[in-house]
């Protein structure tokens, strides 16, 4: 069936910093992909979406390109703020009997310090 | 517009006990599903509800159910409840009808403890 992978954390970053959390899948066909933001306390939020190979999505200083011959989704954002200390999740949708199946990663933690 | 919404937020409960979560989708919003969040396990698809009909189901017991309402809100019920059911519940709401899966929005979620 599909999966999603992502790395595992917590990651601890400083503000400003570089970060990249990396995701990779594995789906038959042509999922959509998606990342996901939950910060505490609250339901999860869409952060980006792709839904075809080198597409490349962005919100927020966010950015995650589909890359189908590496089945990888990197999330990336240049400079890191506190407010961005969150849970992050990967995820895919992959057709099952016309319709989709969400599949999730199991979330990255992000904490940036000031 | 409102959001999605979810009753109630906090909810005790014992083993061998049922419960009933509620979830109020985004107006206009046809298809509702539902999640169980753990540390263990991560994020796990329950089922997906479209137009009152169960569209997609997960890997869960029968002791796990749920319906939709002519308005689109949806419930889930939990049977002979387990320690193991402990977990925040989600409860998310799209349009439903992309063919390769619309952007979800999800509720805060039911935090359900059993004892």
């Known amino acids: 069936g599909d999966s999603v992978t992502q790395m595992e954390g917590p990651v601890t970053l400083s503000e400003e910093a570089f970060l990249t959390i990396n995701c990779t899948y594995t789906a038959t066909g042509y999922p959509s992909l998606f990342w996901y933001v939950q910060y505490p306390g609250e339901g999860l939020q869409l952060l980006l979406k792709?839904?075809?190979?080198?597409d490349k999505g962005s919100n927020k200083g966010f950015e995650a390109t589909y890359r189908k011959e590496t089945t990888s989704f990197h999330l990336e954002k240049g400079s890191v703020q506190v407010s961005d200390s969150a849970v992050y999740f990967c995820a895919l949708s992959g057709s099952s009997g016309g319709s989709y199946i969400p599949t999730f990663g199991r979330g990255t933690s992000l904490i940036v310090h000031p | 517009k409102a959001g999605v919404t979810q009753t109630p937020r906090y909810l005790i409960k014992t083993r061998g006990q049922q419960v009933t979560l509620s979830c109020s989708p985004i107006?206009?919003?046809?298809?509702v599903s539902w999640y169980q969040q753990t540390p263990g396990q991560g994020l796990q698809f329950l089922f997906e509800?479209?137009?009152?009909?169960?569209?997609n189901k997960g890997n869960f017991p029968g002791r796990f159910s749920g319906r939709q309402f002519s308005n689109s809100r949806s419930e889930m019920n939990v049977s002979t409840l387990e320690l193991g059911d402990s977990a925040l519940y989600l409860c998310a709401s799209s349009l439903g009808t992309a063919p390769r899966g619309d952007e979800q929005f999800f509720g805060p979620g039911t935090r359900l403890t059993v004892l």
């Open positions: 792709a839904t075809k190979a080198d």
């Open positions: 107006s206009g919003h046809r298809s």
């Open positions: 509800y479209f137009s009152e009909t169960q569209r």
